[in-house]
């Protein structure tokens, strides 16, 4: 203490003094296995940051250097601010820019990252750290060919840096060209036979590919070499996770914490997994599921029962069954869910599969943000990925495992699924094949996540009608070769990538036409302006754009231009589409019925008929002709859930709930997130005295909110009518 007293006394006036005692000491700490907490702050706060803050207010390396530490401690934010305070100062720094690029690499923004580090390089060229991000950065981005290129730019600079060496060892050992990656193992090893580095960098990447055997061989090398450095001992803990050795990860994460006591990630994850310890436990044939018995223990027994009864469905749907017992465990709480998945607060969904581990949290609106969910779906979709993980040695792409699990869903294809489908196949927005697993892992914009779910089960569909179910099985197994994704589709498919997507495009508009949606794009309101100008007497232009005021927004527009064209041609069935939907917006309610009876006169195929009809007979009570317009909709557009949900009411007013029932059934079936349709149809069955299908329903009423006691008391009470009392 007196030394450390003494060396900063003699060094308080100068900046560059205090920065250099602080990474001396922050090594020493690490070489003589110092408690980090001991010392973390205090480097930190009376070494970097006092330099810049009593010694040399214009004294930048400081923020530099207290960036740089604040992110091996694995604290992006306040690193952030260091880097940005330094460059304020000065402009031209490349390390702060690559230690942004390294924040942005670390939240999966790879175009940010990209241009933080090109902004490095464009002051210094040869900058290793900035060029070593960028292929981190294809690393991560699965541009694996990108790679080799970049890191030789370092090693042309230096032929002996030994993360270059490292970075292009771990590359070619995740694409399984072992031979290509002995020459750059054994330089490495020529310039320093003890660097643990090497083996971290394969050992990381392994892990990101999921191949763990392989990886836990890496990463206790790296520990061999470096025991007193925390990096490579919490990797291997994290993988443990993963892999579900909880007790060897608790294990693991405390030497690492005995290493380093200030790394977040570490801390986060021992708070965790020492709540788990208390954990309630059920074990069965195949599963192992953990609840928090305080708060969850009704799920306990539910879920254990749920998932046996699942297993042999989806393990002979994709023709495997893992080795090994799967993990379930439901979390109180999302922040506990989230560092069980990340080791930070915050993911945004309530289920993931880590392979062997499938992690959830509760279904309840209290404890967590996102409220109650179904339960059994989730477990349903997140089994299916722990079964094609495992059938395909985690070599899976990520679109197809999600193909497989929404495929497994009873709620596949919602209608929130059918508009984006239907939107997106009309603008020309589906995703390439090649760019289809970023719809999930890096989504551009909002909403591109959700189509990437629906458009790859989409995909899987089209597979299977066009190729037959059996194709399904022979990718997976061919993924489990090490076939890459262009060598599936050329060898298994049958067709090359990029023609596979304009024979997919082709069949999607081809569907529309069978859901009952038009497939072609929406008119452009510039050009068809532009063409209603130039043809002023062209009914067809004059209709088309009355459209495209329409979807505009603009009604006043759209029934002037609209009369307009029925003017040049009474029959234009485009007009009167428009015409009877802006009638009927304005509660024109007869005017509307004229214009979509002389629509569906001319047009028996159309949509808009039946929907402006059964809208309008429902606002003046008529419920014959709505029901009778309300079934010619679903027949015309069956996946609208709008039918469904009028019939289901009109039905239970006229009291013939029989005849709701269907609707109900549907509308559940494709939501299955809300107790209220099960509720409904449970009650429905109940009065009609069929007791077993109302057990069913209550039964899904458990599986979206399990701790309301009004579904439980029903059963019972079945249950006792039955004189079933076991």
């Known amino acids: 203490a007196y030394a450390n007293q003494h060396l900063r006394h003699l060094a308080r006036k100068d900046a560059r003094g205090l920065v250099a005692l602080g990474r001396i000491m922050d090594r020493y700490a ?10 973390a702050s205090n480097i930190l706060h009376n070494y970097l940051q006092e330099a810049y803050l009593k010694a040399d207010k214009g004294y930048w390396p400081a923020n530099v250097a207290a960036g740089v530490f604040l992110l091996s401690k694995h604290r992006p934010e306040p690193a952030r601010k260091e880097f940005a305070l330094a460059l304020k100062l000065n402009g031209q720094i490349p390390d702060a820019y690559a230690g942004l690029g390294a924040i942005e690499l670390e939240n999966w923004q790879f175009e940010k990252c990209i241009a933080l580090a090109d902004k490095a390089l464009a002051i210094q060229p040869n900058h290793a750290d900035a060029l070593l991000l960028k292929a981190d950065c294809m690393m991560q981005w699965r541009k694996l060919d990108q790679v080799p290129p970049i890191v030789e730019k370092v090693l042309k600079a230096n032929p002996n840096h030994l993360d270059a060496l490292s970075l292009m060892a771990a590359v070619n050992i995740r694409l399984g060209l072992t031979d290509k990656a002995q020459p750059y193992i054994d330089r490495a090893g020529k310039v320093n036979t003890g660097y643990h580095g090497l083996p971290l960098a394969i050992a990381e990447w392994l892990s990101a590919g999921r191949q763990f055997e392989l990886a836990e061989k890496y990463y206790r090398q790296a520990i061999s070499l470096a025991p007193e450095q925390a990096e490579p001992i919490t990797g291997l803990g994290r993988m443990f996770l993963q892999t579900g050795d909880e007790d060897k990860a608790l294990e693991t994460l405390k030497k690492a914490h005995e290493i380093d006591d200030f790394r977040a990630d570490v801390v986060n994850f021992l708070n965790l997994l020492n709540k788990m310890k208390d954990y309630m436990v059920r074990q069965t044939d195949h599963f192992i599921v953990k609840v928090d018995g305080t708060l969850d223990a009704i799920l306990a027994d539910q879920v254990a029962e749920y998932m046996e009864k699942i297993y042999k469905e989806i393990t002979a749907d994709y023709a495997h069954a893992p080795a090994e017992k799967t993990i379930v465990e439901f979390f109180p709480n999302h922040a506990d869910f989230s560092v069980r998945i990340t080791g930070r607060g915050w993911i945004g969904t309530v289920g993931a599969s880590t392979g062997r581990v499938i992690a959830l949290v509760a279904p309840n609106n209290e404890r967590s943000p996102f409220g109650t969910h179904n339960w059994a779906v989730v477990l349903r979709h997140e089994y299916t990925h722990t079964v ?3 059938a395909t040695d985690n070599r899976i792409p990520h679109w197809f495992t999600e193909a497989c699990a929404v495929f497994q869903q009873p709620d596949k294809r919602n209608y929130a699924f059918v508009q984006m489908l239907v939107q997106a196949t009309r603008t020309g927005k589906l ?11 890096r989504p551009k914009q909002a909403g591109d996540r959700t189509l990437a779910y629906a458009q790859s089960e989409w995909v899987m569909e089209y597979i299977i009608e066009t190729k037959g179910y059996e194709k399904v099985i022979d990718m997976l197994k061919a993924f489990r070769d090490g076939l890459s994704q262009a060598e599936v589709f050329e060898r298994i498919v049958g067709v090359p990538e990029k023609d596979f997507d304009q024979a997919f495009d082709k069949w999607a508009h081809e569907t529309l036409k069978k859901w009952g949606f038009n497939p072609e794009p929406p008119p452009d309101l510039a050009k068809v302006s ?5 043809k002023p007497q062209d009914p067809a232009a004059q209709a088309t754009l009355a459209l495209a005021q329409l979807y505009r927004g603009d009604k006043r527009s759209a029934e002037q231009t609209a009369r307009k064209a029925l003017q040049l041609d009474p029959n234009s069935a485009r007009a009167l589409e428009v015409l009877a ?4 917006d304005r509660k024109k309610y007869d005017d509307a019925i004229e214009a979509a009876n002389k629509l569906e006169a001319l047009d028996h195929t159309t949509s808009f008929a039946p929907k402006v009809l059964s809208q309008c007979y429902i606002a003046k009570k008529q419920w014959a002709p709505a029901i009778a317009a309300l079934e010619l909709l679903q027949q015309r557009q069956p996946l609208d859930s709008y039918s469904y949900e009028q019939l289901a009411t ?8 029989e005849k709701a029932l269907p609707n109900l059934i549907h509308l559940h079936r494709h939501t299955m997130t809300d107790p209220k349709y099960a509720r409904q149809i449970a009650e429905t069955y109940r009065s009609l005295g069929l007791n077993d299908e109302a057990l069913t329903y209550f039964e899904e009423v458990t599986h979206i909110n399990p701790y309301q006691p009004n579904a439980y008391e029903a059963m019972a009470a079945i249950y006792r009518s039955n004189g079933d009392f076991g």
Not at 30 to 39: D, N
Not at 650 to 657: A, E, S
């Open 30 to 39: 690490i070489l003589t296995g110092q408690r980090a907490s001991e010392q």
């Open 388 to 390: 094609t993980l495992s």
């Open 431 to 441: 995703f390439p094949m090649k760019e289809l697993d970023w719809g999930f892992i």
């Open 530 to 534: 532009k063409a209603a100008q130039e």
């Open 581 to 584: 939907v802006v009638l009927s």
């Open 650 to 657: 009109i039905y239970n007013q006229l009291g013939q709930p």
